[in-house]
């Protein structure tokens, strides 16, 4: 008989989620493998983002999404002082530019509040001016709570932990097929090229969550898991303006996106975006053609914005589980075992506020995992 190797749980992708969860189950559990299709971590959605630690202000009331990201702003702030991971609690301005959207201003107040965010403040033309002399808005909301972080460093510590406690991080290895053994999960990678068996299965693979969980047998459709693609685009400033702290618009009424933002990062770098616009393929090119829309939302609250200092920076594509158009929908994070697939756990449309939640999200499925153990 071919010797195939086991292990106890076994992780697909090594993006934020993945690797939270590894470190957080390496502590409890031996042979933990993570298994990554890239050359190395974070290589996706998890670097192309904003690096933003959400406060949690927007998410529907009893969402995973309101839970994990109050929960992990916390953890997560925690984590860094101990580990020194650069960070800053930045804090952000929510600004309203006309009558309409002071009149929101409130509403988002208490809507946090029914998230336990009850940190927000409001401010008045001249303290804005204060704060942020370039902006111009007539009211707005100041959340204290609101940071920026290393994303790059809070993986590499993640992997660095989860490896010294004994788990191994494999790249170069795609997952290509799952079978079922009732009780285990064959798995092979690269086409056959290495074959393992596990116990568990964490399917953390982001854009590519809903064709794991078809691999492994699951219908995406019946179950509603299947992914749409969101793209959201970055242009940078030059010369960029002076900006102090993060600055978003009130919302648009869509939910896909907290509209086009300035989000400054570590290296005082300040960006604007994203934007958000469904798209088919998973591909990264940014179209510059989107700068005039970009121009008319940013001078909306930096009238000394020029067209021509906009140029493009990067982009992020969201793993949404609601297409155009359709109800707001929430993580999934679920055992399969109900479905006929014990020890599956499938974490998919893990978008914003997916960064902040990762400590949060680590610490809920590791109490899943010990059911099994
Ligand atoms: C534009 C944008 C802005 C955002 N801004 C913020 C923010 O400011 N704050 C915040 O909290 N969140 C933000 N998010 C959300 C956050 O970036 C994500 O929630 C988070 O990065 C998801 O991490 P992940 O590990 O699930 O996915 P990923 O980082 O995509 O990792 C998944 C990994 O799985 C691997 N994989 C896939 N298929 C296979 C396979 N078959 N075999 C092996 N490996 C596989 C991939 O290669 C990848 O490395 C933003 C997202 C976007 C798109």
Redesign the pocket.
Known sequence: MSHIDTFNITI???????LAIAEELSFQHERVLV????TG??????S???????AGIYYPHGFLKAAFCTDGNTLLYRLCRERKIPHTRIGKLIVATDEEECGKLASIQKHAEGNGVRDLTLLGKKQILTLEPEVVAKAAIFSPSTGIIDSHSLMRSFCVNAESNGAIVAFR????AIHNEYGSYELETNRGEYRLRTKLLIN?????SDR?AALAGIDIDRHGYRLKYCK?NYFTASPAPKLHHLVYPVPPENTVSLGIHATRDLGNRIKFG?DSHYVDEIEYTIDEGRKASFYHSIKKYLPGIKEDALHPDMC???PKLQGPGEPYRDFIIQDEKEKGYPGLIN?IG????????CVAIARYVSSIVSQYF
């Open positions: 697909i992708g090594a993006g934020v989620i993945g298994v990554e299709k890239n971590f974070g290589q996706e959605t998890s192309r983002n904003s690096e933003v630690i959400h290895s795609e997952v290509t953390c693979a982001g854009l590519y794991i959201g994203p992020g594509i969201r974490l893990i978008e914003s506020p997916g960064l902040t939640s």
